[in-house]
Structure formats: structure tokens, C-alpha cells
């Protein structure tokens, strides 16, 4: 998988980010959809939001504002995936039981820092840091 020519082009050429989708195993969980939007996206209580993520068993269907920039981009992926994967699991790890919103944003951020953009080996990483 290449992301010389950047995060923001793999998802426009097909509306989704192909190289993600079915990529992220982390032995528990599948991004099954990764899809750019130029809808809103709410969360629970009706703010606005970078993305949203419906979690269907292990399955993963994310979807990302299209006016993002690469860095945002990747960081909403970290985010969303952290965050799927605690409400997907059966029984969560520690790590991130306690855990709120602003907390996966501050992780988010961390591991973009750290790892850089978003792929399936550096999410599997973050995933496994967290005890998945």
C-alpha cells in the first residue's frame, strides 16, 4: 500500500478509501466502508462532526467530511477506528473503558503525531497499544 500520493486522493478515486476497506484485522475488526461526504455528519446529540462511524458486529462503516485536509482526514481515522473498536468489542480493554470523547480525539491526534498518516498497519498499531 502506497500513500505517497496521499490519503485525500486514495479516497477520491473511488469514493472510498479501497486500500483501508477489509485491511484493518487487528484480529477483531474489518473497516468494511470508508466513504467521503459532503453531507453533515451529527453525532448522538446533533453536533456537527468530522465523521461518524456505524458499527455493524465487527464491521466498520465510516464516513468523513470531504472538505478535510489530509492531517484531518487521518486523524478522523484514528479516531473512528479507536472509538468503533471500544463500542464493538465484547469486552473492551482497560485502556479504554473510561474514555471519552475528548479523550479519543487527544489519542487521535497522538497517533498521527507519532505514526503519521493513517493506514492499516499504523491503525493496527494504535489498536494494539490499547490493549486489542
Not at 468530522?50 to 464516513?63: D, K, L, M, P
Not at 468523513?64 to 473498536?85: F, N, P, T, W
Not at 482497560?94 to 491503525?123: C, K, M, W
Request: hydrophobic share 40%; proline share 4%; glycine share 6%.
Amino acid at each position: 500500500m502506497h500513500y505517497h500520493g496521499g490519503l485525500r486522493r486514495s479516497l477520491e478515486s473511488a469514493g472510498r478509501l479501497s486500500t483501508l476497506v477489509e485491511c484493518l484485522t487487528s484480529r477483531h475488526f474489518k473497516i468494511f466502508e470508508v466513504r467521503l461526504t459532503a453531507q453533515p455528519l451529527l453525532d448522538p446529540i446533533e453536533r456537527a462532526g468530522s465523521a461518524q462511524t456505524v458499527v455493524s458486529g465487527a464491521r466498520f462503516h465510516i464516513f468523513i467530511r470531504a472538505d478535510l485536509d489530509e492531517r484531518e482526514l487521518s486523524v478522523s481515522l484514528y479516531h473512528e477506528v479507536l472509538e468503533a473498536a471500544t463500542v464493538a468489542a465484547e469486552s473492551p480493554p482497560d485502556a479504554v473503558l473510561e474514555l471519552n470523547e475528548g479523550y479519543f480525539e487527544q489519542a487521535a491526534q497522538s497517533a498521527h503525531e507519532r505514526l503519521g498518516i493513517a493506514s492499516p498497519q499504523t491503525l493496527n498499531q494504535l489498536l494494539a497499544e490499547f490493549g486489542f
